[in-house]
């Protein structure tokens, strides 16, 4: 069933769950995560950046519209990290939501970017994520991020959410996008997180998490992160696993080449959505008020 945001994140809010948005830019991949979100009974975010959706086409929006809507599992369609133009083309294509990431600019200037893209989206039952600090990189990450971590304040916070009308905010409180190189060791700003949730009611989200260690990550769900975004560790897994398949030089079909790194991949998805206590928890939506 597709949702925007706000009905997606509302009942996670309310049960103190986390829901993952991977970022699926393949076929293979977006089957593969709904296969196992409908297995676990787990809400899912398809996200997909800009430019895995300059890499697709529209018409791969319309495929991840067809598999929702025939899902008994909540499913909302997330543009990630963008800016005014691949959001407009994203709300007239389909999405239930889009973030856009205006933190790279004075404090002033994020939000009046912000408040315009909820001024456009709302009014057409889009939800609206924006963020505020900003996240880290790592070599080799293509989404987006800075050397240097500038952490959420949680007074920036209260005022960036009652200014922009935003439906959920991104935070930074020491992650970074992609797979950490080995002797990076990041650690999360807990308490930090915790006093930015006393303050604001919008449902708030976590990004580059994949190198964190797991216990963080729970301990950032039960102090009330509601989204997750994952998109390293499955494509990792993903392709690791295709790259072995490759070896064989006679294999050449998709149908051959792909369900082992589907496997491979679903078990981190799985794995995801356990630790972020989203499994069995479609049973908190009431579909049939929401069609």
């Not at 007239?92 to 990431?101: C, E, K, L, N, W």
């Not at 897994?237 to 072995?244: C, G, M, V």
């Not at 006679?250 to 792909?258: D, H, I, S």
Request: charged letters at 25%; glycine letters at 8%; aromatic letters at 6%.
């Amino acid at each position: 069933m597709l949702l925007n945001m706000n009905e997606l994140l509302k009942v996670a809010n309310e049960h103190n769950f986390a829901v993952p948005a991977f970022n699926i830019g393949t076929g293979q991949i977006l089957n593969g995560v709904m296969d196992t979100c409908e297995k676990l009974q787990a809400p899912v975010i398809l996200a997909i950046h800009p430019s895995e959706l300059e890499f697709q086409g529209d018409s791969f929006l319309q495929m991840c519209i067809d598999r929702a809507n025939k899902s008994k599992v909540p499913v909302c369609i997330h543009l990630d990290h963008s800016g005014w133009e691949p959001i407009v083309r994203a709300i007239r294509a389909g999405f239930t939501s889009v973030m856009i990431d205006a933190s790279h600019l004075p404090f002033e200037e994020n939000i009046a970017a912000t408040k315009k893209v909820c001024e456009l989206a709302h009014p057409l039952g889009v939800s609206v994520e924006g963020e505020l600090g900003t996240i880290g990189t790592t070599d080799g990450d293509t989404e987006g991020g800075t050397d240097e971590i500038i952490y959420t304040k949680p007074e920036d916070a209260v005022r960036f959410v009652e200014e922009t009308g935003c439906d959920t905010l991104a935070i930074a409180i020491g992650t970074a996008h992609g797979i950490y190189p080995e002797g990076m060791k990041p650690e999360l700003k807990q308490d930090l997180l915790s006093e930015i949730k006393s303050k604001v009611s919008v449902p708030l989200v976590l990004h580059g998490g994949s190198g964190n260690k797991d216990s963080e990550i729970a301990e950032a769900v039960k102090r009330g992160v509601n989204k997750i975004n994952i998109s390293s560790d499955i494509k990792d897994a993903f392709y690791q696993r295709l790259r072995i398949t490759l070896q064989d030089k006679k294999v050449r079909e998709p149908f051959e080449l792909y369900p082992e790194s589907v496997k491979a991949m679903q078990e981190v998805c799985e794995q995801k959505i356990k630790l972020f206590n989203d499994d069995d928890k479609v049973k908190y939506y009431e579909l049939s008020k929401m069609i």
